[in-house]
């Protein structure tokens, strides 16, 4: 099918329903047929990204390899991966890859520069956190990137495991406290840099929509650009929901 995106999900589930309902709700579509045409593996039995990146944990890399090539076996003529800290292996996945894929990390940086903030916070991974994945983009762009410090840090991945588990008013309760920390600290608009995060706070990003950076929403809203551009459409995109 044209125009066919495929979606290297799982990581985790919650993340990835999260894009699949953004696609749904980002499109101006008047019945089923017009919507965007998805593909997705929510397989979760990749291994954990953040524990293969600090900890020497099992290489994830295997076998979202394989799910991409299946993906593109379906007939997937773009990839897109909800999961930041996936997007270590990005480049590697790409040169396996024989049809166009999107980073989040590059189409949320655009959606920031957007913004014409001076001051970026950025709540990820450790994993996320460690590579440098946004920290490096946003000082090239000449931008003061603001993270949470040790402790607060520890408490950001206490928020996205009980996310995981299933707690999302805990995890909810402790990622805003966060988000208000670098608030507190200067940050003017703050980088959702973790999938699972637009997720515990979809309540602070609805009512404060310009004072986040949602990596899933960027994604999805480049995805929908791609597809415009494949088949030859426009204005499918609800535009309240572009930055």
């Given at each position: ?5 495929g ?5 985790g589930?919650a993340?990835t329903v ?7 709700t980002y499109?101006i579509a ?12 929510s ?6 990204r ?9 290489s ?5 390899t ?7 076996d379906a007939g997937?003529?773009c ?5 930041n800290?996936a997007?270590?292996w990005f480049?590697?996945l790409?040169?396996?890859c ?14 920031v520069l ?10 990820a991974?450790n994993?996320?956190?460690y ?7 946003i000082?090239?762009?000449?931008l003061?990137?603001?993270t949470?410090d ?6 950001v991945m206490k928020?996205i495991y ?6 999302k008013?805990?995890a909810?309760e402790i ?16 980088i959702?840099g973790?999938?699972e ?6 309540n602070?990003?609805k009512?404060?929509?310009n004072?986040y950076?949602?990596s899933?929403?960027?994604?999805v809203?480049a ?9 030859g459409?426009?204005?499918?995109i ?5 930055k």
């Amino acid at each position: 099918m044209k125009g066919l995106i495929g979606v290297l999900g799982g990581m985790g589930p919650a993340a990835t329903v999260d894009l699949f309902n953004k696609f749904v709700t980002y499109t101006i579509a008047n019945k089923d047929q017009e919507h965007i045409p998805l593909i997705i593996s929510s397989i979760p039995d990749i291994p954990d990204r953040t524990e293969a990146l600090l900890n020497h944990g099992v290489s994830p890399l295997p076998l979202m390899t394989n799910y991409l090539k299946k993906l593109e076996d379906a007939g997937a003529e773009c990839i897109v991966i909800p999961c930041n800290t996936a997007h270590f292996w990005f480049d590697e996945l790409k040169n396996t890859c024989h049809v166009d894929m999107l980073s989040i990390v590059e189409t949320t940086m655009q959606e920031v520069l957007l913004t014409k903030k001076k001051n970026i916070g950025l709540l990820a991974t450790n994993a996320t956190m460690y590579m440098g994945l946004y920290q490096k983009s946003i000082e090239q762009k000449k931008l003061n990137c603001i993270t949470p410090d040790e402790e607060s840090q520890k408490l950001v991945m206490k928020s996205i495991y009980l996310l995981k588990s299933g707690n999302k008013d805990a995890a909810e309760e402790i990622m805003k406290s966060q988000a208000e920390l670098l608030f507190s600290r200067g940050a003017e608009v703050i980088i959702l840099g973790c999938t699972e995060v637009p997720v515990i706070l979809a309540n602070e990003v609805k009512k404060h929509p310009n004072k986040y950076i949602d990596s899933t929403g960027s994604l999805v809203r480049a995805s929908i650009h791609w597809y415009e551009n494949r088949v030859g459409k426009s204005h499918l995109i609800i535009t309240e929901n572009l930055k």
